[in-house]
């Protein structure tokens, strides 16, 4: 992030503009929507600017920029459209100490204008930082759609109340009050008496909340699918927007975790095969806490919670708690893997079963029914396979396996730096070692458009 998106107080503080033609025209449209002392500084300003002038919205000085016309001001906008004369006016006003923005030219401004979505007070800021302004506009023009022409009556009536909602307790029971009001009551209220109506709305909704019991504590177990936030359920986004707590384990990436409320508590309970590991008796520990408290707590599993996630001591320790649970499944990794190589997990003809495997348990590599796993035709997704890939491919030989059949095995399934390797049985072991990230084995697999006998070690993008 090059630029840090900010909301600048400009209400009575003075904002310089150099220009007055139309890059001047398009900046003060935006300009002129604020509360700032706006100062226009120009030897031939357009017509529109001198009509500002005279109906006192700004004022405009006509002559060129000068030293000292920088003195005091909050911002100033080089909107000349001359390269030389922009220039020259960011000199003399970064010498009198203000931020410059050049208009459209990103590389020598200290600061930019992003686009905006407008219902004061409510302002939404959109920006790229110069690399894709056609995206911002159309992002702009969505949200315009989207957004309730009302949005901005409600937000000052609330604005207007919050002092009163001070009497509900901070945090859950306060949150739930507005956001009955604003995605509920309040809309409908408005849309049929105005501010008059929303204000009265408002008296009856607190009445109600101030009534309420107290919201108890629950938990979500929720799948947060292999990593591409794309790839969550529409019920684990909701269960994030929600969450007072996030406990999450170490393959959840940063950029789900962006999605938790940022007021949510957040806390790592990873655990690593044959590494460092948060118990799961301190888990199951943590979990309970939170929600004796009156959390609403998220417990964050990559791929689905009910695959090798350990849901059901977790379950165990919130019924003996007596405490509410429900489960958002989420993607497993062996279904986005598959979709990755082009196949399907079962197929007529080759196999009628599909095998989930672990390769290691809590005591070790983990023993499987190895005969009826090397009969030809077998499938199988084995999770956490990737340390222990000699000694899969050792009982699969050993038990008959072929040692041509396709294994592929996908690094980091479905993030940006997701990679494929496809081997075969025989090369499993040195396969794997050439893997960093988590990784699972899809034991009779093989990419779509790689050839049916793989004997060479292959990397697919």
């Known amino acids: 992030m090059q630029h840090f998106p900010i909301f600048l107080a400009v209400s009575g503080r003075r904002i310089v503009l150099g220009g007055g033609g139309d890059a001047a025209l398009a900046k003060l449209r935006l300009l002129l929507k604020t509360e700032a002392r706006l100062t226009v500084i120009a030897p031939d300003p357009a017509p529109e600017i001198r009509d500002w002038a005279a109906e006192g919205r700004l004022r405009l000085i006509p002559r060129a920029f000068e030293p000292g016309d920088g003195m005091c001001a909050s911002l100033v906008y080089a909107a000349t459209e001359g390269a030389a004369e922009d220039a020259r006016i960011r000199r003399l006003a970064q010498a009198d100490g203000a931020l410059v923005n050049i208009v459209d030219n990103l590389a020598d401004s200290q600061f930019i204008t992003p686009a905006i979505v407008d219902r004061d007070p409510v302002t ?10 056609v995206l911002a506009r159309a992002i702009k023009a969505d949200l315009e759609a989207k957004l309730s ?11 207007g109340f919050r002092a009163r909602a001070e009497a509900l307790p901070m945090g859950r029971a306060r949150r739930d009050f507005w956001r009955d009001y604003y995605f509920r009551t ?23 909340h101030l009534a309420r019991k107290a919201r108890t504590g629950s938990v979500a177990l929720v799948g947060a699918g292999p990593g591409d936030p794309e790839l969550l359920t529409l019920k684990a986004r909701k269960a994030l927007d929600e969450a007072d707590v996030v406990i999450h ?18 806390i790592y309970a990873g655990k690593e095969g044959f590494g460092t590991s948060t118990s799961q008796g301190a888990i199951n520990d943590l ?42 499944p989420g993607l497993t990794t062996a279904s986005v893997a598959a979709a990755t190589l082009g ?3 079962t197929r007529r003809g080759r196999n009628a079963a599909l095998r989930f495997l672990t390769g290691h348990d809590t005591k070790g590599f983990a023993d499987h029914d190895w005969r009826g796993l090397a009969r030809p035709g077998q499938v199988a997704a084995i ?19 072929a040692p041509a059949t396709p294994v592929t095995l996908i690094e980091n399934v479905s993030r940006p730096d997701q990679r494929v390797v496809a081997t075969d049985l025989a090369g499993l072991a040195d396969a794997a070692r050439t893997l960093t990230g988590p990784a699972i084995l899809m034991y009779g697999l093989a990419p779509r458009d790689a050839r049916s006998a793989l004997t060479d070690l292959k990397e697919f993008a």
Do not use: C, N
């Open 149 to 159: 022409p009302l949005l901005g009556l409600l937000a000052r009536v609330g604005k």
């Open 186 to 208: 309040g809309p409908s209220a408005a849309d049929q008496g105005g501010q008059e109506g929303a204000e009265a709305a408002l008296d009856t909704l607190l009445a109600s």
């Open 287 to 328: 979990i309970v806490t939170h929600a004796r408290a009156g959390a609403q707590v998220v417990r964050l599993k990559s791929g689905d919670p009910a695959v090798y996630g350990r849901l059901d001591e977790e379950i165990d320790a919130l019924e003996d708690a007596g405490i509410p649970w429900r489960i958002v």
């Open 383 to 401: 999770y956490m396979g990737k340390r222990a890939a000699r000694f899969l491919q050792g009982r699969l030989l050993m038990h008959g396996a």
């Open 343 to 345: 196949q399907s997990l």
């Open 249 to 266: 384990d170490r393959l959840v990436p940063p950029a789900i975790l962006e999605l938790a409320r940022r007021e949510a508590t957040l």
């Open 124 to 133: 939404i800021a959109i920006g790229t930082e110069g690399a894709a302004p």
